[in-house]
C-alpha cells in the first residue's frame, strides 16, 4: 500500500481502527452462522476478513514507522541489510496449461539470507508470437519482512523458445528491486516451459543475516502489541 505525504498519522490511525471494526463485525457475523451457512459463505467471509487485515497490518507498519522511534530504527537497519546487487539463478521451471511466461513472483528472505521466489501469475497464450516471448525485466518491492513482489515490466522476443536462466537483480531507494534477465536457455520441446521459482542471496554476511531476523522479531512483537491493545480498545 503506497502513502502520500498529505496522509497524516492521525487518518491512518483513523483508518486502522475503522478496519478493526469491519474485522471484529465479519468475525462476529461468521461466529453466528450455522454450520449450513458456513459451508455456504463461511469461505468469503474468511477471506474478506483475511484482506481486510493485511490492510489493517499495511497502515499499522506506516503508522508504527512514523510515531514509533525504536521501530524506524529497526526498519531501516534491516533495509541496510539488503546487498544492492544480486545473482538470481532459475531453480526449477515451470509447465502451464496456457501460460508461456512469468507475469508475477511472490517470495521471502529465509534463514540463510536467500531469497525463494515463485511463480504465482503466468501470461495467457493468445498465438504463436506469445511462444517466443519471455520476461526481461521485472520490478517490484522487497519490504523489511524480507517479503517479496515482482510483476513484468517489459518482455523480450527471440527466435527461438527460450526461457530465462540467469538475473541480475539491483535494490535501490530501500525497498524497491528490479530483476533483468541476463541469460535464457533454449528449449526445443515445450513451448508453455516458464520460470517457476528463482533464488538469490539478499543477505550474505552472518552478522546482518542475525541482525535482520532478530529485528524481525522484535518488530512483530511491537505491532502485535499494538494490534492486542486496539483490540481491547474495540
Known sequence: MEFTEELSSDT?????????????????????????EKWIKGKRIN?????????QLNLVDEYLIR?????????????SCFNPIIKFKVSI??????????EKMKGKIHRN???????????????????????KVMSGKIDFWGDIVL???????????????DLDGMIFNNNQLK?????????????????????GYVIEEDEKIE???????????????FILKLNQEN
Open 12 to 36: 491512518i490511525f483513523n483508518r486502522i481502527e475503522e478496519l478493526q471494526k469491519n474485522i471484529n463485525d465479519f468475525s462476529l457475523r461468521l461466529v453466528k452462522c450455522n454450520w449450513f
Open 47 to 55: 477471506n474478506k476478513i483475511e484482506g481486510l487485515r493485511l490492510n
Open 67 to 79: 510515531t514509533n522511534e525504536e521501530f524506524r530504527q529497526m526498519v531501516d537497519e534491516n533495509y
Open 93 to 102: 521451471e515451470g509447465v502451464s496449461v496456457k501460460g508461456t511466461y512469468t
Open 113 to 135: 539470507g536467500c531469497a525463494y521466489i515463485e511463480t504465482v501469475n503466468t501470461n495467457a497464450d493468445f498465438g504463436l508470437f506469445d511462444r517466443f516471448t519471455y520476461p
Open 151 to 165: 510483476v513484468t515490466e517489459k518482455v523480450g522476443q527471440s527466435l527461438f523458445r527460450s526461457t530465462p536462466t
Open 179 to 199: 530483476v533483468e534477465i541476463v541469460k535464457t536457455g533454449f528449449e526445443p520441446y515445450n513451448n508453455h516451459v516458464f520460470m517457476d521459482k528463482i533464488v
Open 211 to 225: 541482525l535482520f531476523f532478530s529485528n524481525k522479531s522484535k518488530l512483530e512483537d511491537i505491532r502485535d502489541a
